[in-house]
């Protein structure tokens, strides 16, 4: 199923009065109920003739998603809410919701905005869960609604090694204690390269290598600043393992990275940042078994940032923008 999806002014509204209407009806009943369900056509019109409009999502011509774009000033920054959003029923689990928060962070980033926030019912725990997996995490409660929000993701290439060092490089910049990385990619791909250059920024002692075999190294900062915790997770068997190494004692002391950590560091705060590294050539370029190092060809690498939780708004990600401003820009931080 290919999904397009287009910005939007009042002219749409009554399209995305028909998603609103054929998204929302289909839930639970809700007490109070949902306030999507009193708007109109003139209402949405309205509200679409205000900002940046909204956004309707296609499938062969088909109206199958829609939300509302309102720009907010709230205290975690100046974000993109995003209201009434819905999938039409015979559309949902097909990629629509995740295709239209897709365009909306390039809204936000378009508008210089340091990330999206929306409201989830407290009821409906399916659609917290939801937003949480696509990066948002819980910042307040206020009945009947959960407030979420979610910073922007970045991406840098890496044309070489010694690129990829001057990467992590620079957002050792704008690391402190308590961070926590989740490092993905497949063999070969330069997670550890990555590291290293990650200590080189912070000023860590002792050659960062894969700590494969001992599972984690500490290194000490030489500069009077955190220390590096390097883990491995290959070879762990789930969080309960991962608990068994208590990085917690050094978590709030130390920046943590943990390679192949996606699916079990993700417990160990609620802050993090996903670094996920991919290979343009893809594992050709490794052999036909997919083996190798991080020494193999120097083909380019591009490298994604996602962050996670309200520690990354407004800073400065390689590749991406923060408070509103490019890296970079007079009076950008970090």
Known sequence: MSVETRRIGPEAAPDLYAVVRAAFEGRQPLDPPADALAETVESLAAALAQGPGGLLAYVDGEVVGGLLLDPVTTEHGD???LRRFGVVPGARHHGVAHVLIGAAVEVARELGLAGLTVLARQELESNIGFWASNHF????RQAPYVEMVRA???S?????????RALAGSLATVLRAGDLLVLSGELGAGKTTFTQGLGEG???RGGITSPTFVIARVHPSLVDGPALVHVDAYRLG?????????????LDEAVTVVEWGAGVAEALADDRLHVRITRTLGADALGADGGGTDEDAD?????EFVPVGTRWLGVALPG???GGLPAGSPGASG
């Open 299 to 303: 083909d380019p690498r591009t490298v």
């Open 137 to 140: 995490a819980e910042v307040g």
């Open 238 to 250: 789930g969080l309960d393992e991962l608990d068994d190494l208590d990085l917690d004692t050094s």
């Open 152 to 154: 922007l993701p970045t």
């Open 202 to 204: 912070l000023g860590v």
């Open 156 to 164: 840098a290439p890496a044309a070489d090694a010694d690129a990829m």
């Open 320 to 322: 991406g923008l923060t």
């Open 79 to 81: 974000l993109m809410a």
